[in-house]
C-alpha cells in the first residue's frame, strides 16, 4: 500500500501561519522557524515589558488583559512563582533566534535557589558538607513513580546542581559519596536537624542550586505563545514539566528547556499545540510528554540525554513519551542518547504520525508503539538504539541498567550480566498494536544502522496484534558473524494463545525489507523468529525459514 504523504495542521495552525490577513507565510508552512505568530493581529494587542527589576511576573500577567504580548528582557529571573496566562498571552524572550537555540537565550527562567553557608560534617556525616533549608526551600512532595535503583530520590522533585552538574539524589545512603546528595527532611540522620541537605563533594568554589518552584508555567487557557526562553531548573514532578500545557492551541518554539525534574514540555488533554524548534535536554524524567491530545504536532525539536533523575524506564522515561493522543504527529525530531526510549506511543494511541526523525543511541527502543492503532512510522534514521553508550552519561550513577551502574567513569559497566545491548529491545518496536504501518513503499521506508536490534512486532495479551505491516525498510546490521541480539521478526510473551499473532488471519506482514550484515556467516544464521516449536511458539528462521513463512517474499539479504 503505497502512502500518500501526510502533511496536516490544525486549523488553528494554519490561522496564525496566514497571520489573519490571507496571505500564508511560506517558511511557517514549510517548516521555517522564525514565522511570525499572527503579526497583523498581535500589532493590534496590548504589550508590556518584564525586566529582571519588574517584580513578580505573575502578578503582572494577572493584572494585564487577556491577549497581552509579554516581552522578556535579557537577564535571570530566579524563584519567580509559576506563571498562570490569561487566554492569548504570548511570552517573548529577546532576541531573534533561527530555528533550535544553539545555546540558552538570554531570558532565563530558574526555578532554583542557590545554597549557601555549607559547614563541614563530622562524626555520622563525616566527609560531606551540610546545610539546612529554609521553609521557603523544603519540598515534601512525591510521586508515586518508580526509580531504577532503591536508593534513588526520582519521586521527589527537587535536584541538586553543582555549576549546573546534576547530582545524584540518594535516598537510602548516608552519607552520601561524591557525586550525590541528600535531603534529611526528618533529622533521623547526620547533624539531626530537620531539612539538612548533604553533599558529598566541597563546594567551595562552586555556585549550588537546589530547584524548588514546581513549574515556569501552567494552566487551562488557549492560545498562548511561548517563545525564546530558557527554562531551567525547575522542581516539576514526574509526570508534570517545566511548561505544563492543560489548554489548546499553545505554541511553545525556539526553546531551551533543561534540568528540570520531570519533563520539559508537559501537554495534558490539549488540542492543536504547536512544539517546535525546542531543545530538551538533560531533563530529570523526560525531554518532552503529551497524552489525552488531539492534533498535537511536535516538529523540529532537539530531545537529548533526558533521565538524569533514573525513573524506571517502563513507567516514563528518555526523550519524547505520546499517549492516548488521536492524530498527534512528530515529524522531522531528532532524539538522541536519552536514558530511556527515544520516542514512545503509549496506550490507545489512535492515527500517530511519526515522519522523518532521527533517533539514534538511546538506551532502550528507539521507536516503540504500544498497545496503539493505526499508527504511521515512516523515513525515519534510527542508529545504534537499544544500547548503553557513554553519550548516556549525564550524572554519577546514571543510568542504571539490570542493576549495573553504567556511568561510574562515564561509559563503564562491571559485572556478571552487564552487556552492551539492552535486552529484548529494538531500533523499531510495534509493541501489542494493530493496523500501524512500518515503512509501507519505497518513498516512506525506514533506515535501520545498528548492532544490537532491527524491527519487531510483539505480542501479549492486552489486545490482538492484527494488520501490521512492515515493509520496505533498510536495515545495516552490524553483527560480526553472530546472530543478532535482540531478534528481528516477531515475538509473543503468552504461550498458545499469542501463537495468535502468527496465523494468516491476523495478517501481520513482513515484506520488501532489505537486510545487509556484516559477513555471509551473519546473513546465514537464524536472524529472524516466528511461529514455531519453539519456547511461547517463537521459532528462529535463516531466510530461507523466514521465507517459508510467508515472510519477506518480496526482501533481499546481503552479502
Request: aromatic residues 8%; charged residues 10%; hydrophobic residues 35%.
Amino acid at each position: 500500500m503505497k502512502l500518500r504523504p501526510r502533511l496536516r495542521l490544525s486549523l488553528f495552525v494554519l490561522i496564525v501561519a496566514l497571520g489573519f490577513c490571507g496571505q500564508p507565510s511560506a517558511r511557517f508552512l514549510f517548516g521555517g522557524p522564525n514565522a511570525s505568530t499572527a503579526a497583523a493581529a498581535t500589532s493590534l494587542r496590548a504589550s508590556h515589558i518584564i525586566t529582571t527589576n519588574s517584580g513578580s511576573i505573575s502578578e503582572i500577567v494577572a493584572s494585564q488583559p487577556a491577549g497581552t504580548v509579554f516581552s522578556l528582557a535579557c537577564g535571570l529571573y530566579r524563584m519567580q512563582k509559576t506563571i498562570f496566562p490569561l487566554p492569548g498571552d504570548s511570552f517573548i524572550g529577546a532576541g531573534a533566534i533561527d530555528g533550535v537555540p544553539k545555546s540558552p537565550p538570554c531570558a532565563m527562567l530558574n526555578g532554583s535557589v542557590v545554597l549557601k553557608n555549607w559547614t563541614a560534617g563530622s562524626g555520622a556525616s563525616a566527609g560531606t558538607w551540610y546545610g539546612t533549608l529554609s521553609s521557603a526551600e523544603t519540598i515534601r512532595q512525591h510521586s508515586l513513580s518508580r526509580c531504577n535503583s532503591n536508593d534513588l530520590g526520582c519521586e521527589y522533585p527537587q535536584d541538586l546542581f553543582f555549576n549546573s552538574a546534576p547530582r545524584t539524589h540518594v535516598t537510602a545512603s548516608f552519607p552520601p559519596a561524591a557525586g550525590q546528595w541528600y535531603l534529611d527532611y526528618t533529622g533521623a540522620v547526620g547533624e539531626q536537624v530537620a531539612n539538612t541537605v548533604y553533599v558529598g563533594d566541597d563546594p567551595t568554589g562552586s555556585t549550588v542550586e537546589l530547584s524548588v518552584i514546581r513549574a515556569a508555567f501552567a494552566g487551562f487557557a488557549n492560545n498562548i505563545s511561548i517563545q525564546n526562553l530558557t527554562i531551567e531548573k525547575y522542581a516539576s514532578p514526574i509526570q508534570r514539566g517545566a511548561i505544563t500545557a492543560s489548554g489548546n492551541q499553545w505554541i511553545i518554539k525556539n526553546n531551551w528547556l533543561a534540568l528540570n525534574h520531570g519533563a520539559g514540555i508537559r501537554l495534558s488533554e490539549s488540542a492543536n499545540a504547536l512544539i517546535a524548534y525546542n531543545r530538551a535536554n538533560r531533563n530529570g524524567e523526560i525531554g518532552i510528554d503529551s497524552s489525552g491530545g488531539v492534533g498535537n504536532v511536535f516538529s523540529n525539536n532537539v530531545v537529548t540525554q533526558n533521565n538524569f533523575a533514573g525513573t524506571i524506564y517502563g513507567f516514563e522515561a528518555g526523550g519524547g513519551k505520546f499517549s492516548t493522543e488521536t492524530g498527534v504527529e512528530v515529524i522531522n525530531n531528532i532524539f538522541s542518547y536519552n536514558n530511556g526510549n527515544g520516542i514512545w506511543g503509549d496506550t490507545e494511541d489512535t492515527n500517530a504520525f511519526f515522519s522523518g526523525n532521527t533517533v539514534a543511541h538511546n538506551l532502550i527502543n528507539g521507536i516503540t508503539y504500544e498497545v496503539s492503532h493505526t499508527g504511521t512510522i515512516v523515513r525515519n534514521t534510527l542508529i545504534d538504539n537499544a544500547q548503553r553508550g557513554p553519550g548516556q552519561c549525564i550524572a554519577p550513577h546514571i543510568p542504571i541498567l539490570s542493576g549495573h551502574d553504567v556511568c561510574t567513569g562515564l561509559g563503564t559497566c562491571s559485572g556478571g550480566g552487564c552487556t552492551t545491548c539492552t535486552y529484548a529491545k529494538a531500533e523499531i518496536w510495534l509493541h501489542t498494536s494493530d493496523t500501524s504501518t512500518v515503512g509501507g513503499s519505497v518513498s516512506d521506508g525506514n533506515k535501520i544502522i545498528s548492532n544490537c536490534g532491527g524491527i519487531q512486532i510483539r505480542e501479549d495479551n492486552r489486545l490482538n496484534v492484527t494488520g501490521n505491516t512492515v515493509s520496505h525498510n533498510t536495515l545495516i546490521l552490524h553483527t560480526g558473524s553472530a546472530v543478532i541480539s535482540n531478534i528481528l521478526g516477531g515475538w509473543s510473551d503468552h504461550g498458545g494463545a499469542g501463537l495468535n499473532m502468527y496465523l494468516p488471519l491476523a495478517a501481520n506482514l513482513f515484506d520488501y525489507n532489505s537486510y545487509t550484515f556484516d559477513s555471509l556467516g551473519a546473513a546465514g544464521a537464524n536472524q529472524w523468529q516466528w511461529h514455531g516449536d519453539g519456547p511461547h511458539g517463537n521459532q528462529r528462521y535463516d531466510w530461507a525459514g523466514w521465507q517459508a513463512e510467508g515472510q519477506d517474499q518480496h526482501g533481499s539479504i546481503s552479502p
